[in-house]
């Protein structure tokens, strides 16, 4: 890991900050984007060698790292292209008349138990989940068909044989094996696969389900927050999670800011939460806005499962789950559109759903902001970043430079003021690799990879 | 820094937006830098808490034709529309219309909300747009009046009640009935949950609510409550045996109600 010296700081010490080098950008350069191009979720699978992204097209594109040579055991593996298909497609509620969009909005990976990948995506209505495996051999010499397939006379078949198998092309096929669908009135938010690895939740605005991944056709719901009359509706489910370690845990955000963590043993539907999170609101900074901003937009357990980060509009929080009163560090992320909200609820970037990350060993997270910035928070120091993903940084090798928003009048060199940020080239999706410094962000159609630079 | 502080620990809207709201509203065009420059004295704060509830609600009827919209921001954009009808309920702002003191009122004017929604998302796409050029004159014509509050609010009320009523009379009454009634019968449900069988009951417990049945039965623009007998014979003949019929079918219809949080 590079040594850094900050400028002003500490020199030497035991801190050493990464320094991240582009890897890879992937997607269409030119500047007319397709709508059906936009990337909607990033991840990584429990090893890290696999990358999928979903689009609101509906594909799925994963990324497959190579394996490093022994010749060059410095070098990192790229990712490249493993697979491709079509995941949702566009449909029609003719009840309602209304679409419903093909976007791919989560996907999550299980864990590998077979040579085949298997991973869940998800669309506002209904989920899938999807078989990767590849193929590299064929079989040759079948008795009852031809090598074209087509099927032989019986009279014609004079012996027998047994095929043999052939080496071909490596293909990779993805077949959907389950369709999970119709128990989701309202938006689909979250899937989350639990620890026993046979069950998963999906939350949408109003409700949470409970589904075993081998039965289609029944789902519990486990939580309900839809109120009887609707007129009373003023809270909405914005994301929810499993806990990585306890299988009958699970929490949900709110568009009001809480957090609440349920236990599946103490009742079958979890309407009354085991833990409430929720920070008392600061009376001086209300506003109009107060609520909208407050309105969660992520939440992720870190990987040993002691915290819980949660990303709002302008902070990412992270919580003790043992202390529900306040979280135990609270990160802002652009706190200079704060006196800006008015015209970002204009333009409608105040609803803008920002995700977050944490790196394998819980110690540093991420999570977007506008211009093509995203931020990195180390906690132990605390020390942050901004950085870029933007063509202009995108030799391989070179080291992506910090970048800074001028918050005060007199702007200095190199740095961007509030005003000259672009609202439209938002980072809303970001993973982390589970356990290397390898960090794939995606910018609107493209997807940049970085890794930390290595000497 | 000093003034950022300032402008925390004031409620004060920021103040870029005033300027830039009309362009918006009317080309929709994104212009945040231009809006920044050259704001020399900061509107006073019932002005910006006034076009921050115009905006909101314009969001609100903007629905998308073919698409569910976003259920959270729905839920966001009502609650604030919700927060500040109840500031300006206790500042006394809110007089022009009869309001009573319990949240009833707001929900009352949620309701026009939803209903507008409703109607506009059911009219085809053609006819939406020359509603909303309707409101936009209205809305001109309010920023352009050196009105006092009071005024700005009622013709900012007022603004949505002609997208309404516009809305109506644009729509061929035989192809719209269906969805007149259903519309009706949410208003039912909103202004009393106590006997929906009775149609008189309902009727007399509304005072204000009476204004924005009249409005939306009649498309009257006026204040007054002259037509209330004549909009309430037909309205009761009409949708007599529909209301009755519906009662029991009222419970399911609460989901119409999602659609029209859905839908805006």
């Known amino acids: 890991m590079a040594v850094v010296a900050r400028a002003g700081g500490d020199g030497g010490g035991s801190s050493s900050e990464v320094q991240w080098c582009f890897l890879q950008v992937k997607g269409a350069i030119d500047e007319d984007v397709a709508e059906a191009d936009i990337i909607s979720t990033v991840e990584f699978n429990y090893t890290g060698d696999l990358l999928a992204t979903g689009d609101k097209g509906g594909r799925v594109v994963i990324f497959q790292r190579e394996q490093e040579t022994k010749s060059r055991p410095l070098s990192r593996g790229e990712y490249n292209v493993y697979s491709t298909f079509q995941s949702h497609e566009p449909e029609f509620d003719y009840l309602k008349s209304l679409e419903i969009e093909e976007k791919i909005n989560k996907i999550r990976w299980l864990p590998q138990q077979n040579a085949a990948h298997f991973l869940l995506s998800t669309n506002d209505k209904t989920i899938k989940l999807w078989k990767i495996s590849e193929r590299d051999k064929r079989a040759e010499g079948y008795n009852l068909k031809d090598e074209d397939g087509r099927l032989r006379e019986p009279f014609r078949v004079t012996e027998l044989r047994v095929p043999t198998l052939k080496p071909m092309d490596l293909m990779v096929e993805a077949s959907p094996r389950r369709t999970f669908a119709n128990a989701h009135t309202y938006h689909i938010n979250s899937i989350s696969v639990n620890s026993d690895y046979a069950t998963y939740l999906s939350a949408d605005d109003l409700r949470i389900n409970l589904w075993h991944l081998e039965v289609t056709n029944r789902s519990f719901n486990i939580v309900d927050i839809k109120p009887a009359n609707m007129e009373e509706l003023t809270e909405v489910i914005t994301a929810a999670e499993f806990h990585p370690h306890h299988c009958n845990v699970f929490v949900y955000s709110s568009s009001k800011g809480t957090i609440r963590l349920c236990d599946m043993r103490s009742a079958a539907l979890c309407d009354q939460h085991s833990k409430f999170f929720e920070e008392p609101e600061d009376p001086s900074s209300r506003s109009f806005f107060s609520e909208i901003i407050s309105s969660i937009s992520d939440v992720k357990f870190s990987h040993s499962g002691r915290y819980m980060m949660t990303r709002d509009y302008l902070s990412v929080k992270v919580w003790d789950i043992n202390m529900e009163n306040r979280p135990v560090e609270t990160y802002q992320v652009h706190e200079y559109l704060r006196s800006k909200l008015c015209s970002l609820y204009e333009n409608d970037c105040i609803f803008d759903k920002f995700e977050c990350c944490w790196n394998g060993s819980d110690s540093t997270i991420m999570t977007g902001s506008y211009n093509n910035f995203f931020r990195t928070f180390e906690r132990n120091m605390p020390r942050d970043t901004t950085l870029e993903a933007s063509r202009e940084s995108s030799k391989p090798r070179a080291i992506l430079k910090p970048r800074k928003v001028c918050t005060t009048g007199k702007r200095k060199k190199d740095e961007i003021t509030v005003d000259s940020l672009d609202f439209n080239k938002k980072i809303l999706h970001t993973a982390w690799h589970p356990m290397e410094n390898i960090i794939a962000v995606a910018a609107t159609n493209n997807l940049y990879l970085f890794q930390e630079k290595v000497n | ?264």
């Open chain 2, 1 to 264: 820094m000093g003034e950022e502080e300032g402008l925390h620990q004031t409620p004060f809207l920021d103040t870029m937006f005033v300027r830039g709201l009309k362009r918006k509203c009317f080309d929709g065009e994104e212009d945040i830098e231009g809006t920044l420059a050259g704001i020399k004295a900061i509107p006073s704060y019932n002005l910006q808490r006034q076009s921050l509830l115009d905006m909101s609600l314009v969001k609100l009827q903007l629905c998308h034709m073919l698409v569910e919209p976003n259920l959270c921001r729905s839920v966001l954009i009502a609650n604030t529309v919700r927060q500040i009808q109840e500031e300006m309920t206790q500042d006394g702002t809110w007089q022009m219309i009869n309001t009573q003191s319990t949240g009833q009122a707001s929900l009352d004017r949620l309701v026009s909300t939803d209903i507008l929604c409703r109607s506009s998302r059911d009219q085809a796409e053609g006819k939406h747009v020359p509603a909303y050029g309707t409101f936009n004159k209205d809305f001109e014509n309010d920023q352009a009046q050196d009105s006092s509050d009071t005024m700005s609010t009622a013709s900012a009320v007022q603004a949505p009640r002609n997208l309404q009523s516009s809305v109506w009379e644009m729509e061929n009454p035989q192809e719209n009935k269906g969805n007149f009634q259903k519309s009706l019968d949410q208003i039912f449900e909103t202004l009393e949950n106590k006997s929906p069988n009775s149609v008189e009951d309902l009727f007399s417990e509304v005072d204000n609510s009476y204004y924005d049945l009249d409005t939306m039965l009649t498309g009257m623009m006026s204040n007054t409550k002259m037509g209330h007998c004549d909009s309430l014979e037909t309205f009761s003949s009409s949708t007599n045996t529909a209301s009755n019929s519906n009662c029991k079918s009222d419970l399911n219809d609460l989901d119409h109600i999602v659609e029209i949080l859905v839908e805006s």
